[in-house]
Nanobody, 123 residues
Framework: QLQLVESGGGLVQPGGSLRLSCAAS????????IGWFRQAPGKEREGVSC????????YYANSVKGRFTISRDNAKNTVYLQMNSLKPEDTAIYYC????????????????WGKGTLVTVSS
């Protein structure tokens, strides 16, 4: 069964860090571009970061550039999102998603989605 499962969310104070994981079963993540998205209450879903297949190029939304880092561990079939210097406005449900082409991240039209993990940044 094809699944993407996010983990690592939780409650963190402003300025703190979290590392999200996206583990896959039923598909080999190395064959896909993997994106992280988030959706805050009352807001539209937005793309946070993406890592391509092949050359592993990385892309970030301006709001997280310099604070978040996306990476892959192909041996573990897992993609990570390291989030540092977290702000209250980073509070959202974070989703990972897979697509064959990096262009899908820009459009939000990814092929496979996880169910999300909640990140709350609050003092």
């Amino acid at each position: 069964q094809l699944q993407l499962v996010e983990s690592g969310g939780g409650l963190v104070q402003p300025g703190g860090s979290l590392r999200l994981s996206c583990a896959a079963s039923g598909l080999i993540l190395d064959y896909y571009a993997i994106g992280w998205f988030r959706q805050a209450p009352g807001k539209e879903r937005e793309g946070v970061s993406c890592i391509s297949r092949g050359d592993y190029s990385t892309y970030y939304a301006n709001s997280v550039k310099g604070r978040f880092t996306i990476s892959r561990d192909n041996a573990k079939n897992t993609v990570y999102l390291q989030m540092n210097s977290l702000k209250p406005e980073d509070t959202a449900i974070y989703y990972c998603a897979a697509a064959h082409e990096i262009s899908s991240w820009y459009s939000g039209g990814m092929d496979y989605w996880g169910k999300g993990t909640l990140v709350t940044v609050s003092s």
